[in-house]
């Protein structure tokens, strides 16, 4: 079960540790402005070059979401209708969770993930 995407003290001390204070987290806080949501955006270019990448993927492809992630919601959609390797895999949605499952519902990640892998032998 997700731990409602909390981290436990020690986990967010860890997080901290090599920034001496906060003007040392500047950086990390621009990450969702770089989230290209506007077609002016200089990442638009490659982001459709993925997409084309996405669209010929072949191979076994898991959409894992939380339905608490803003940033990311709804981005399964895209993925089952358009990647061939989407088609026909166990996707999930993990409630509370946030943007990084492997944080905060490592467990359900990781189950899924070997499903996926069980049910796609090479």
């Known amino acids: ?3 409602g995407g909390l981290l436990s003290p020690e986990e967010q001390q860890a997080y901290g540790a090599p920034f001496p204070d906060a003007s040392y987290l500047a950086g990390g806080r621009q ?6 949501i506007f077609p002016d955006n200089p990442a638009i ?13 072949q191979k076994p492809l898991l959409c894992a979401f939380s339905d608490s992630d803003p940033v990311t919601a709804g981005g399964d959609v895209r ?8 088609q026909g895999q166990a996707h999930i949605t993990i409630e509370g969770a946030g943007h990084f499952l492997q944080e905060h519902s490592p467990q359900e ?8 892998m069980a049910d796609n032998p090479l």
């Open 1 to 3: 079960m997700s731990n």
């Open 79 to 86: 993925f089952k209708a358009s990647a061939p390797g989407a």
């Open 109 to 116: 990640l990781a189950e899924a993930t070997m499903k996926l």
């Open 31 to 36: 990450f969702p402005t770089l989230v290209p």
């Open 45 to 57: 270019s490659a982001n459709r070059a993925a997409w084309s990448v996405f669209e010929q993927w």
